[in-house]
């Protein structure tokens, strides 16, 4: 993958398939402090401790089409080329949580990437799961929760239907150039 935004798509994807009804996405770019940190945590079925051992291992998979898993291995190994590194906790039936912290400035840390094109199309092809986006650039903060807009819209407005992801793509990109350098 060449973006990290790409590997927050699949991380979150697996979130989804875990059952998930609320993903939290969390991205912290403290430049000043030279870090990175990426956080996704979902209440979706968790994973047990033995699985959880071995997570990271590409050959480790709970998929039944093949036979790899290579997400959180690729994901590892992005952060561990930077200095940085990636931890999960999870429990058993109530959710888990990805943390991975990239070094800044390292010259081999993958582009963020986009997004706004990420979390639209996470959102949109989701519209049963709620969302919590958060964006942070040092002291500046640009959050999206999808529980405040489904509350606004109603039941009868999906979070994909045509105008509204239109309306949601010009949110999430002026909120992140507010808070851009």
């Known amino acids: 993958m060449l973006e990290l935004s790409l590997h927050i798509l699949d991380i979150v994807n697996n979130s989804v398939k875990a059952g998930a009804s609320l993903i939290q996405v969390t991205v912290e770019e403290a430049i000043r402090n030279n870090l990175l940190k990426i956080s996704i945590e ?24 093949r036979k790899v898993g290579m997400g959180l291995s690729l994901f590892k190994a992005a952060a561990e080329s930077t200095g940085g590194g990636l931890t999960i906790d999870s429990k058993k039936g109530v959710g888990t949580r990805v943390l991975v912290d990239f070094v800044y400035d390292h010259i081999d840390r993958q582009p963020l990437g986009d997004m706004a094109e990420t ?8 519209t049963t799961v709620d969302f919590v986006y958060t964006h942070m650039v040092n002291d500046k903060t640009f959050s999206l929760d999808t529980r405040e807009i489904k509350q606004i819209l109603g039941e009868e407005i999906s979070l994909g239907s045509p105008e509204i992801v239109l309306w949601l793509r010009e949110y999430i990109k002026e909120g992140l150039k507010e808070i851009s350098l």
């Open 42 to 65: 979902d209440n979706g079925c968790g994973m047990d401790e033995d699985f959880l051992a071995h997570v990271t291992d590409p050959f480790q998979t709970t998929r039944t089409t």
């Open 119 to 126: 979390m639209l199309t996470l959102i949109s092809g989701n």
